[in-house]
Each structure stands twice: as C-alpha cells, then as structure tokens.
C-alpha cells in the first residue's frame, strides 16, 4: 500500500519508520481518507482516490468496513455524468459527535458538533466575572445536558468533550495555570469536567484551538505557516509552523497577549506591566474611548460611555472625531505587537479572531495600513491580515477541533472496525495529544 505523507495540520508524519509494517500504513492511509473527507467535505471514493493519490481499490478497502459501521454513509450522488453516478460520503452525524465548550469573560456557550465540523445544536449560560471554576461547570454541564435532552441523545454517543478558555493553559494535563480574566489560578479544569460528565475532556488554549479550526475547516486550509490571533477580552495566539500547533516546553507557547510593548504602561493581571493586551484587548479599548470621551467632554459625538465596539466602528465610519482618536490609537498598539508577532514567527499570514476583530473592523483595517507602512533595513512587513472564517473561528467549533482530530487518529488505529458496533467504533482514551 501506497504511503502518502500529508502537509496538512496533525498530518506531518515524515519519513515511515524503517520496520514500518503494513498495518500502520493502513493506520496512515486511514488518517488521512478521513482528514480529507473532514476537511474537505463530502467527497466519492473517485474524489478521494485523486487527492490522496491511492489507488481507487486501496481507498475501497480501507473505506468499507467504516461504510459498514456507518461511520461514513452516503449523502447522495456526485452530478450526472457519463457512466453510472458516484455516491458522495460523508460523516455520520449520529455516529460520532464531539461536544465543544467555550468558556470567556462572562459566557459559556456548548454546542454539539459532528466530525465535520458542524454546529448540530447549542445553548449558553451567562455568569458574573470572577465566578468560581466548579459553578461555570456547572453551567456548562447543564447547558450540554438540555441540548442533549433536546436532541434525544445519549452522553455515550459523544466520543469526547473539548474546552477552549483563554489563559495560560497546559493542554496536555488539562491545568489552567492562570485565566487572568476570569480570576482563575491552578485550576484543573479537564478533572473537574470530567467528573461531572464521564467522558473524556480535552482543555485547550482558545487562541490555539481556532489555530486547529481554522486549519482544518477555515483559511488556515492547506497553509503550513500562519498565526491565528484571537482578541477579546485578552489577546491570545494559536500559531502554526511547519503545520504543527506550537506549544512550548510548558505547553503555554505562543502567549503573545503579554509580550511586553511598553514597561511604563497599566499593570497587566498576569502580575507584568505593559503587557500587548493592557493597550490592544476589547476592556483596554473601551478604557480609552471612555477616557477620550472625558477629554472631549462638551463636543457632540456619537459615542457615550457605554457604547460598545460595534457602536465604535459605527461611529469611525461617521468621522466621528472621538472615535477617529480611539481607533487610531488603538491601532497603533495593536500594529506595535503584530510587528512583534511577525519578526517572531514569519507567518505567511495573520488570523484575525474574536470579538475585538467582529465587532470594530476599522481596528484592523487601520492596524493593516500601519503594519503595511512599515520597512525596516531588513523586511518590509506586508504580511496580509485576514479576518477568520465565520464558521471555524466560532469558539465552540474551535473547542471541538482538537477532539475530532485525535477521533479520527484513533478510529484510523482500530485494527477491524467492522466488529465495532454502529455509534461506538472507538472512546477517547486518556489525554488526548495534539
């Protein structure tokens, strides 16, 4: 069997192992059917044949026995054409969903997603700042409870639960070190969840889990080097290189939101002060548009001090002066840390996410036309920022991503899944990796 090595993300195998057996190509060919079939959509064996580059009968065999189980089942017929019409496959959304949990400032929100990527059914909780750990999982459960309830399904048919929180968080322990915004410190969260819910938790940075998203089902597709960045209530970063996820030494890499752009600036909760985040995340902006607003206090404006940031790039757009003041500024700083994140990283291109990015585009527009002005005796800083896809930069979905992705690994190690029963091929075991 035909070994074909993958550049996509959670795919870069290298060079086989030297011993390697005809099982664990399977394992690889396996793998890699399925990230297409995820990635790509709905495909015929014909479709997949073409892009894996295996034979059409290699691609039959190792697509049967999950055919079988319904994993795969078909979604209707390719167009017409000369000759009998293919059928399309896809993922069974009944056979294997996964729960994403996305966890920020004051908010919860659950939803279940199948193997595609597909938002099936979601709710949400609201809780006040600085709400304890165990109480906002609480909520989550209950959230995922009703949505079950709600779609006449098992807790068995999910194969596993993935949380995303922003934070320095070690994904391979499920520990949140510190979750600033939320007042968490050295919180085992994947424990706690998985007390409440007797399914295997993966706890993930969110910056990192809409890095997985997107390069699965969003523009971060078949790019090897890129940095998603997601801004909010803090600013965290997902970043790929070499189409692997990095994480560091303590499985916290890549915390951009406190690199340091200015020591005489706020304290940061992270204990520093000046960190990117104190001048760049949504509370800082608001902070500078309540205090220009002081500053122009008697001039008409469209703004109030409690305007939100849709109201900000509505009111920039109207060459509302206070705004202009608060979008530059906030801009400057934000170009002053991107600057920062492309010497470190050399990314093709920026992910933008997050609420920041949704709700005031003006930001980044104008961030751009800063970071694009920029050329020093070494580079010139054209890299393109891009704002996020809709679908995969969605905090749920990216919450999911890394569950499906280590799904499908184990589902690709089952040695005849034609003996596994419809709806429970494979569980997560253990921690899952990236």
């Not at 070499?242 to 200015?262: K, Q, T, W, Y």
């Not at 706020?266 to 949504?282: K, M, N, R, T, Y």
């Amino acid at each position: 069997m035909k070994e074909i090595t993958s550049h996509r993300i959670g795919l870069e195998f290298g060079s086989p192992p030297a011993k390697s057996g005809k099982q664990d190509l399977r394992r690889r060919n396996t793998l890699l059917l399925l990230h297409l079939i995820q990635s790509r959509g709905p495909s015929s064996q014909a479709e997949l044949a073409r892009r894996s580059a295996l034979s059409p009968a290699a691609v039959c065999g190792i697509l049967q026995p999950l055919i079988k189980t319904r994993i795969l089942i078909e979604e209707g017929k390719s167009a017409a054409g000369p000759g009998r019409r293919a059928s399309i496959l896809a993922f069974n959304p009944r056979a294997a969903i996964t729960a994403g949990v996305c966890i920020d400032l004051e908010e919860c929100e659950v939803a279940l997603v199948d193997l595609s990527g597909r938002v099936l059914d979601k709710a949400a909780a609201h809780f006040p700042r600085y709400t304890e750990p165990d109480e906002v999982v609480d909520l989550a459960v209950e959230c995922l409870t009703r949505i079950e309830k709600r779609n006449s399904l098992d807790r068995s048919a999910i194969v596993g639960v993935g949380v995303a929180i922003p934070g320095l968080i070690d994904s391979r322990t499920g520990l949140v070190h510190v979750a600033a915004n939320l007042g968490w410190r050295n919180v085992q969260l994947r424990a706690l969840f998985e007390q409440r819910l007797g399914v295997p938790v993966r706890v993930e940075h969110l910056g990192r889990a809409r890095a997985q998203a997107e390069a699965i089902w969003g523009k971060g597709k078949n790019h090897r080097n890129f940095v998603c960045l997601e801004i909010g209530s803090g600013i965290g970063a997902g970043v790929v290189t070499h189409g692997r996820i990095l994480r560091g030494a303590g499985g916290s890499g890549a915390e951009v939101g406190h690199m340091p752009i200015d020591s005489a600036g706020p304290d940061c909760a992270c204990g520093l002060s000046g960190c990117w985040e104190v001048f760049s995340a949504g509370p800082a902006i608001r902070k500078r548009m309540a205090r220009k607003l002081e500053e122009w206090a008697g001039s008409p404006s469209l703004l109030n001090p409690m305007s939100a940031l849709s109201d900000l790039n509505a009111a920039y757009e109207s060459n509302d002066p206070v705004a202009i003041e608060v979008v530059e500024e906030s801009a400057r700083y934000l170009a002053r840390g991107l600057v920062g994140v492309i010497w470190n990283f050399d990314p093709s291109f920026v992910l933008l996410t997050g609420p920041v990015v949704n709700d005031c585009p003006s930001l980044i527009k104008a961030a751009q036309r800063i970071v694009s002005a920029l050329t020093g005796k070494a580079r010139s800083f054209e890299i393109p920022l891009i704002i996020g896809a809709e679908h995969a930069g969605t905090g749920v979905v990216a919450a999911s991503a890394g569950v499906s992705l280590r799904y499908l690994e184990e589902l690709a190690s089952v040695k005849d899944a034609a003996r596994a029963p419809f709806g429970s091929t494979v569980r997560l075991s253990g921690a899952p990796h990236s």
